[in-house]
């Protein structure tokens, strides 16, 4: 089913556009995401909407199976200029999969009157999942801009897509988000 509407007061969150990030072995090319995600930020401001970008810059302290030792470069989590960042958006910096818990992502979305949030970014199923699953959770109408989405695993991402984003939100492309946004 496709995105029905967009609340008045609807915000963009963007995951994970940074230098480390999309530099990685993607499921996809990159650089048609980057566009995707360079447009809706565009549209987005045009039509007097916030924009929060994200980004990853260290991780959470629980034990995992993960490799450990990992150091990021200095410019890892330098958000990429395509974002055309403006002084209005509004930054997060995470340090675990979702960027609600320990930043100030809920208290801005509250204080701004925010309903809903449309979602976009790298990886789909690590950070734009986590964030989405914890936005529903807190009672935000979620919506899935899934051409603008890209992951280090395609059949994750597709578990995402298929499986997961259904239940909570509702899914589209960025020309479907941007038609909403008129």
Request: charged share 15%; glycine share 10%.
């Amino acid at each position: 089913m496709p995105i029905t509407s967009l609340d008045a007061k609807t915000a963009l969150v963007v995951i994970d556009m940074q230098k480390g990030i999309v530099s990685l072995p993607l499921a996809q090319p990159v650089e048609p995401i980057i566009a995707k995600v360079a447009e809706l930020a565009r549209a987005f401001r045009a039509a007097g909407q916030p924009v929060v970008l994200v980004n990853v810059a260290g991780r959470a302290p629980g034990r995992n199976q993960q490799p450990g030792g990992f150091t990021p470069p200095p410019d890892w989590a330098v958000l990429i200029p395509e974002l055309e960042q403006q002084a209005d958006d509004h930054l997060v910096t995470k340090l675990q999969l979702g960027a609600f818990v320990g930043t100030s992502l809920e208290q801005f979305l509250r204080r701004g009157g925010i309903t809903q949030v449309v979602m976009c970014g790298i990886a789909t199923s690590i950070g734009v999942e986590s964030t989405a699953r914890q936005a529903y959770d807190l009672g935000f109408n979620v919506a899935f801009a899934v051409d603008a989405m890209n992951d280090l695993n395609g059949e994750a991402q597709h578990n995402s897509i298929e499986r997961i984003f259904p239940r909570i939100g509702e899914l589209g492309s960025t020309a479907d988000v941007i038609a909403l946004l008129g």
